[in-house]
């Protein structure tokens, strides 16, 4: 069986030809999956500022914690569409699926009561704040990988979980499509190819290259 990628960077992900044993083709499209919840950008995009019977816990701990509200129902949002009960196959918990050391390291005992939960996740996204100055690529993907892997790849590390996971936030935060996926541009040798946020200073030929595609930086 043969595989090859036509094109990268579109709304909908890479466009594949996959060529069987008997000759025939296969086309198709690795970023589309066929559950509307949680992939389709457009579905995605009307949930913005989505309000629920948590809304009174949220505002009162991103007040606490100078984050924006409706940053945190997107987080919710993606992580497990406002279910508290949600458990991930890698363990994460709750409504905003905290991992065990991160529940521990921000106080969480009972990691599924939403009041504990969001408290944790808020304190979370406060932290990432700080640590890379609001540029909210970077917060959101270290949500989703952990801040060690933005730092270790100095920006939005190249995996495919942690691009779309931003891409899904940002589609929900902003309440419109965002972005075309991730762009792996060319960078210093054995140094990050992906950077996130956007650095006015910089243009952004990949835009040029990838209609629709978002430009990421460099670093």
């Known amino acids: 069986m043969f595989c090859a990628v036509l094109a990268a960077g579109s709304v909908q992900g890479d466009v594949?030809?996959?060529v069987n044993g008997d000759g025939s083709k296969v086309i198709t499209n690795s970023g589309g999956r066929a559950s509307k919840k949680g992939s389709d950008l457009t579905w995605l995009a009307a949930?913005?500022?989505?309000?629920s019977h948590y809304d009174e816990i949220i505002e009162r701990h991103a007040e606490r914690y100078r984050i924006d509200a409706t940053l945190v129902r997107a987080v919710i949002q993606v992580e497990s569409d406002f279910n508290p009960a949600v458990v991930s196959s890698k363990g994460a918990r709750g409504l905003m699926q905290l991992m065990p050391a991160t529940a521990s390291r921000f106080g969480v005992r009972e990691?599924?009561?939403?009041e504990q939960?969001?408290?944790?996740?808020v304190q979370f996204l406060a932290h990432l704040m700080r640590l890379f100055n609001g540029d909210l690529t970077r917060v959101l993907a270290g949500y989703n990988a952990g801040e060690n892997a933005v730092i270790r790849h100095g920006g939005v590390p190249p995996y495919a979980e942690t691009t779309e996971y931003v891409r899904r936030a940002m589609t929900v935060y902003y309440g419109r499509p965002w972005g075309g996926g991730a762009i792996w541009l060319p960078g210093r040798k054995d140094g990050p190819k992906l950077g996130g946020g956007f650095d006015g200073g910089v243009a952004q030929p990949a835009a040029l290259l990838f209609p629709g595609a978002t430009y990421l930086g460099t670093h």
């Open 117 to 121: 939960n969001i408290h944790g996740g």
């Open 111 to 114: 990691v599924h009561d939403p």
């Open 16 to 18: 594949r030809i996959t």
């Open 47 to 51: 949930r913005h500022d989505r309000r």
